[in-house]
DNA sequence: TTAGCCTGTCATCCC
DNA sequence: ATGGGATGACAGGCT
C-alpha cells in the first residue's frame, strides 16, 4: 500500500502544483475518469505497466504512450523520441526567424539576396511598394518552394520540416550551449532584436526600456535580466494600451471589488457574469462615464502589487512570457481544432524558403529574425508591423508556429500587401481571412471593435494582452492564495525547465504526441527483429541496427556489450509474447546473465544469435575484442564462470524460490559457489527491479507531460472563455451605460428641470425599482462595502 | 577532455 | 526470518 500511496502523493503534489499554478481548478476526477488514464494509473496505484512481465503487451498499441518506456523496442523508441524532441524544440525555437526571412523574400528577391549577403541595413518594413512590387512573383516560390534564385529549399515535406528549423539549428546549438531554460529563446530573440534594432538602423529610443538596456548591452546583461525587460516592456505596453482605451480611470479602480469572482472564477456562466454586473455595476454609482474594464481593474491591482524589481522601473512583470506565449499558442490549439484548415505545405514552403535566405549567412540571419524579434517585442509599439505580420498569425505568436495553424495564414495575397504602416489598413488588409473570424466569435469581435480604440484594432493584439492580463489575474490569484510572485514563477520555471519536460504544448509537425509516437511503433512494429543475449534478454532491433553476429562468438556464447544494448531487458514471461501477431515469430532468450560455459553446457533452450541481431556497431568491434567481450562479460557471468556453477544465471535468477532451492539441492555447490549464486539472484532480481523503477519514473514523467499538456489546453480554453466572458461584460455594460445615459438626460425634477449628473444619480433596489438618489447617499452607501473589500484584501 | 546519459550495483526500507 | 520489490545513491562506461 505504501507505494501506492506514494504514487498518488507524487501525483496529486504535483497536479495540485500544476494546478495552483495555473489557477485553474481542474476536477481531478474528470480527468482520472476520461483524460488520463495513465495519470489514473499513476494516482490509483501501478498499472500494468509496472509489471515486468506485462508490458510487452503494450507494444501492440499504436499510441506512443502505449510503448511502454522501458519495452524493449524503447532503443529505438526513445532515439526516434530524442530526435523528435529536438526537432521540436527547433520548431519552437526556429518560429521566429523563419517568420522574418518570409519577410525578406516578399519584400523583394533581390533585395532579399542583398539582405542575405551583405546584411543590408536599409531594409524596412514599411516600404510597401517593394512588398506590392514582388507579390506576382514571389507567391509562387512560397508555395512551391521553387524558382526563387537564394532558395536552396528542397520542397519534400520532410526536408521542409526539417528546413524550416535549420536556422534554429544555430538557436538549438545556442540553447545546448548555453542553459536549457525555456525563457533562453526569448533571450535570444531579445538579443536578436537588439542587434536588428542596430542593424537597420532602427532608432534605439523606438524600445524604450529595451534599448536602454542595450546600451547598457555592452556590459553583458544577464539573460534574466533580459528576459525581465522584455516582459516588463511588453507589460507596461499592454497597460498604457489598457489605459489608452476610453475608459475611466476613476471608476475603474472599484471594478475589480466588483467583480471579485473573475478573479478567482476562471469559467463563468453567462449568467452569472449578468448577475455580477448587475450586482457589480448599480446605476450612478459612478459617473455617467463608462467604467473601466474589470481587466484594467486588475491590470492595476497588479500594477500596485507589483514591487519593482529592477533598474528603477516600477513595474516588474508579472508573468513569464514563454508561459504567456504557451498559453496563447494553446489557445491557437483550439482554435485550431475548431478550424480545422490546415495548408501545410505553403507554410513550410515559406518557412524553409525563407529558412534557408536567412540562413546563407549570419547577417542575413539576424535581420531574419528581425521582424519577429522586433515584433515581439514591439507588439503594442509598432501596429504597422504587427499588423502586417499578422495574417501569418506567427509574428505576433512566434511559438504558435505551426502548420496546423495554417488556417488563418494560408492566404498569401494579403501578406504581400502588409505594407500598411498606419492602422487604418489593418482591416482591409485582413479582409477575409480577418483573424477575428477565428479567434472570436463575431458579436464578440464586434464588440471589440466598440470598445477598442484604434490603437488596438485588431484581434490579437487584444487577445494577447488579455491573456497576459489574465495571467496577471492568475498570478494575483495565486498570490491571494499563499503564492508569491516569486514562488510562482519559480515553480513554473522548475515544471517547464529543470524537470527536463519540454512542456511545449506546441503542435508542431514534429509534434511527440503525433509524429513522435507514430513513428516509433512504426518502427516497432514493422521493423523490429528480434534478438538474443546470453542475458538472455529478449532485444528488438529496428532493421537499421540489425546487423550480422559473429557465429563463432554467438556459438562460444561470449557476452557481448553491445549486444546487451539491444537486450538490456530481462524478462520472466515469454508467454506475455504471444498473441501478439508481429511478435509471434519471436523467439525468446530468457536467460540473464548466462555464463558462457553453462550456457554452452546446458544448451538452453534458445537458438544462437544470429548476426542479423547484431549491431553494427558490434560487428566492427566484436573481432578484434575477444578478450575484451570476456572482460565485458557481466561480473556475475564471470564469477559464475571461475566459480564452475553448473546453471545458468538465467535459472539463478529467474526461477521460483522453490525450484530454485531444488537446483541448488540438485547440485552439491560449495559455500562459496552458493553465496556467489545467492548474490547474482539477488543482483539479477534487483537489476530487474532497478529497470522497472527507472520505467516507472519516465512513465511518470510522461504522463505528467501529457498532463501538462491537458491541463494548458484546459486553461486555454478557460482563458478564451473568460475573455469572451468579459468582452460580454463589457459590451453590456456599454448598453447599460447609454441606457442610463438616455434615462437620465429624460428624467426631470418637479420643476422640469433635468438632473445635474454630478449630483444625481440612478440606482437599483432590490425590488427592480430604479431610483434616482442624490450622490451624496449613493457615496456613503457604496463606500462601506469598498472599504470592506479593501479590506478583505489587505 | 568533459558533460550528460545509461546501466548495474549496493544499501536500505518495506511488505 | 527470509525473499524480494522499490528506490536513492553511486560508479563506470559510452557517446
Not at 6 to 24: A, N, P, R
Not at 285 to 292: R, Y
Request: aromatic share 6%; hydrophobic share 30%.
Amino acid at each position: 500500500m505504501l507505494y501506492l500511496k506514494k504514487y498518488f502523493t507524487e501525483g496529486l503534489i504535483q497536479f495540485t502544483i500544476l494546478l495552483s499554478l495555473i489557477g485553474v481548478r481542474v476536477d481531478l476526477d474528470t480527468y482520472l475518469s476520461n483524460q488520463l488514464p495513465p495519470l489514473r494509473e499513476i494516482i490509483l496505484g501501478p498499472s500494468s505497466a509496472y509489471t515486468q512481465t506485462q508490458f510487452h503487451n503494450l507494444r501492440n498499441t499504436l499510441d506512443g504512450y502505449g510503448i511502454h518506456p522501458k519495452s524493449v523496442d524503447l532503443d529505438q523508441f526513445f532515439t526516434t523520441r530524442r530526435l523528435l524532441n529536438q526537432v521540436r524544440q527547433l520548431d519552437r525555437l526556429s518560429v521566429p526567424s523563419p517568420e522574418l526571412s518570409t519577410w525578406l523574400v516578399h519584400r523583394d528577391p533581390e533585395t532579399v539576396v542583398s539582405a542575405a549577403s551583405q546584411s543590408s541595413p536599409s531594409i524596412t518594413l514599411d516600404n510597401g511598394a517593394g512588398l506590392e512590387d514582388v507579390n506576382n512573383s514571389e507567391t509562387p516560390t512560397m508555395r512551391g518552394g521553387g524558382g526563387a534564385p537564394e532558395s536552396t529549399y528542397n520542397p519534400s515535406g520532410e526536408d521542409s520540416t526539417l528546413g524550416a528549423v535549420a536556422p534554429e539549428d544555430s538557436q538549438e546549438q545556442h540553447n545546448r550551449d548555453g542553459n536549457d531554460d525555456l525563457t533562453k529563446e526569448d533571450i535570444d530573440l531579445i538579443d536578436i532584436l537588439w542587434r536588428q534594432d542596430i542593424d537597420l538602423g532602427a532608432g534605439r529610443e523606438v524600445f524604450n526600456y529595451s534599448s536602454r538596456q542595450k546600451e547598457s548591452e555592452v556590459e553583458k546583461p544577464s539573460p534574466e535580466e533580459e528576459e525581465r525587460a522584455e516582459a516588463q516592456e511588453r507589460w507596461r505596453n499592454g497597460v498604457n494600451l489598457q489605459e489608452a482605451q476610453p475608459v475611466d480611470g476613476e471608476t475603474g479602480e472599484s471594478i475589480p471589488e466588483q467583480i471579485p469572482g473573475l478573479g478567482s472564477q476562471t469559467s463563468l456562466s453567462l449568467q452569472e457574469c449578468l448577475r455580477l454586473l448587475e450586482a457589480t455595476f448599480p446605476f450612478g454609482e459612478e459617473s455617467p462615464e463608462f467604467p473601466a474594464p474589470v481587466v484594467t481593474a486588475e491590470l492595476v491591482v497588479a500594477n500596485e502589487e507589483a514591487p519593482s524589481t529592477s533598474r528603477g522601473l516600477p513595474l516588474a512583470p508579472p508573468l513569464d512570457l514563454e508561459q504567456q506565449w504557451q498559453d496563447i499558442m494553446a489557445i491557437m490549439e483550439l482554435q485550431e481544432m475548431e478550424v480545422n484548415n490546415t495548408s501545410e505545405n505553403s507554410f513550410l514552403s515559406t518557412t524553409s524558403n525563407s529558412t534557408n535566405t536567412s540562413g546563407s549567412t549570419s547577417e542575413s540571419g539576424s535581420v531574419g529574425s528581425f521582424g519577429l524579434t522586433r515584433s515581439s517585442t514591439l507588439i503594442h509599439q509598432d501596429v504597422s508591423l504587427h499588423q502586417a505580420s499578422l495574417p501569418s498569425c506567427s509574428q505576433d505568436f512566434p511559438t504558435l508556429f505551426n502548420p496546423e495553424m495554417d488556417a488563418t495564414s494560408t492566404p498569401r495575397t494579403p501578406l504581400l500587401r502588409m505594407s500598411s504602416s498606419n492602422s487604418s489598413n489593418v482591416n482591409s488588409t485582413f479582409g477575409a481571412t480577418n483573424l477575428t473570424g477565428l479567434f472570436l466569435p463575431p458579436p464578440l469581435n464586434s464588440t471589440n471593435n466598440i470598445t477598442c480604440t484604434p490603437v488596438l484594432p485588431d484581434p490579437f493584439s487584444t487577445l494577447l494582452e488579455e491573456s497576459m492580463l489574465d495571467e496577471i489575474s492568475l498570478l494575483d490569484l495565486a498570490m491571494e492564495e499563499g503564492f508569491n510572485q516569486a514562488q510562482a514563477s519559480q515553480l513554473e520555471d522548475e515544471l517547464d525547465s529543470d524537470s527536463g519536460l519540454s512542456l511545449d504544448s506546441s503542435h508542431s509537425p514534429a509534434s511527440p504526441s503525433s509524429s513522435e509516437t507514430s513513428c516509433s511503433s512504426a518502427a516497432s512494429s514493422s521493423s523490429t527483429s528480434a534478438t538474443f543475449s546470453e542475458e538472455g534478454a529478449v532485444g528488438y532491433s529496428t532493421d537499421s541496427e540489425s546487423a550480422a553476429v559473429e557465429p563463432e562468438e554467438g556459438a562460444v556464447g561470449g557476452y557481448q556489450p553491445e549486444f546487451n544494448k539491444l537486450c538490456r531487458m530481462s524478462y520472466q514471461d515469454p508467454s506475455q509474447f504471444h498473441g501478439l501477431p508481429q511478435l509471434d515469430n519471436i523467439n525468446h532468450n530468457h536467460t540473464y546473465n548466462l555464463p558462457l560455459s553453462s550456457s554452452f553446457d546446458e544448451h538452453l533452450e534458445l537458438p544462437i544469435p544470429t548476426g542479423k541481431k547484431m549491431g553494427r556497431e558490434k560487428q566492427s568491434k566484436l573481432k578484434p575484442q575477444q578478450d575484451f567481450l570476456d572482460k565485458q562479460s557481466s561480473r556475475d557471468e564471470r564469477r559464475a564462470r571461475a566459480m564452475k556453477i553448473p546453471f545458468s544465471n538465467e535459472k539463478i535468477i529467474n526461477l521460483p524460490v522453490e525450484e530454485f532451492n531444488e537446483l541448488l539441492s540438485k547440485h552439491h555447490l560449495s559455500e562459496a559457489q552458493l553465496a556467489l549464486v545467492r548474490d547474482i539472484r539477488r543482483r539479477g532480481k534487483n537489476k530487474m527491479a532497478a529497470q522497472n523503477c527507472r520505467k516507472r519514473k519516465l512513465d511518470t514523467i510522461i504522463n505528467l507531460e501529457q498532463g501538462v499538456h491537458d491541463l494548458r489546453r484546459d486553461k486555454a480554453r478557460l482563458l478564451k472563455e473568460k475573455m469572451e466572458f468579459i468582452r460580454s461584460i463589457r459590451q453590456m455594460k456599454q448598453k447599460v451605460q447609454s441606457l442610463y445615459q438616455e434615462v437620465f438626460t429624460q428624467l426631470r425634477d418637479e420643476e422640469g428641470q433635468p438632473y445635474p449628473p454630478s449630483e444625481y444619480s440612478l440606482q437599483y433596489s432590490a425590488d427592480g425599482s430604479v431610483l434616482i438618489m442624490p450622490r451624496t447617499m449613493t457615496d456613503q452607501q457604496t463606500r462601506k462595502p469598498e472599504k470592506k473589500q479593501k479590506d478583505k484584501k489587505k
